[in-house]
């Protein structure tokens, strides 16, 4: 017997028509923002770059948090050196302009979370 | 034996000093910015109707997310009906002040999301 399942598209798969809902399908969640923010901000490309942030992100977290991001065209992942094998992760247009995202995160944060300061290169970009 | 736990500030409780991570301690996930876009934005302010919302928050998440935001100073819980007992549920300022990160999402989702449409209070607002 054959396995079926139904066909979902990705629109289908969506909780609702929301914009916002279908934001947070992909980054919402505690991790995958901070993956954003230092590709786009800090200027970490490399894995262990990323995983060496303050936030201590646990390694299996970062390798699936990135293959999600790749999966939906937020992040591209590539060869630069063969001999040890070697990748370089940055952010696509689509993944970049969630900026705005970030930014207003930080906004708040600073403005309502005590001991918390943007990122240097957030203080610069703001 | 005592039990001891050794007391853990709000500040000392974060993975970082960065706002964007902190905020996404408290709303880093699949579905709190979703309660504080109806509260925000869809004029729904009881229990019910949250729960009513297209996107189909379970009843428990629900529950714990109200509580939480509550806890963390975002939502208040004021009780308008006595028999049967009803509880109102809007935002603080605190809260209130996420408006610029739901915008961020929704426009970042509308872009590049097809089929999403944002909320006409959003797009009243925009």
């Given at each position: 017997v054959p396995?079926?399942?139904?066909p979902?598209?990705?629109?289908?798969?969506?909780?609702?028509?929301?914009?916002?809902?279908?934001?947070?399908?992909?980054?919402?969640?505690?991790?995958?923002?901070?993956v954003v923010r230092d590709l786009l901000l800090?200027?970490?490309?490399?894995?262990?770059?990323?995983?060496?942030?303050?936030?201590?992100?646990?390694?299996?977290?970062?390798?699936?948090?990135?293959d999600r991001l790749i999966g939906a065209g937020l992040v591209a992942k590539a060869r630069y050196s063969d001999r040890p094998p070697r990748y370089r992760y940055t952010l696509t247009e689509k993944g970049a302009q969630l900026a705005p995202v970030l930014g207003a995160l930080a906004d708040w944060g600073e403005r309502h979370l005590p001991g918390t300061r943007r990122p240097a290169a957030l203080r610069r970009a703001r």
């Open positions: 396995r079926r399942s139904p979902r598209s990705k629109a289908a798969a969506r909780r609702s028509s929301c914009p916002i809902a279908g934001a947070l399908d992909l980054v919402g969640d505690k991790w995958t923002l901070v800090l200027g970490k490309h490399q894995y262990g770059e990323l995983a060496a942030s303050p936030e201590g992100i646990p390694s299996n977290v970062l390798a699936e948090r990135l």
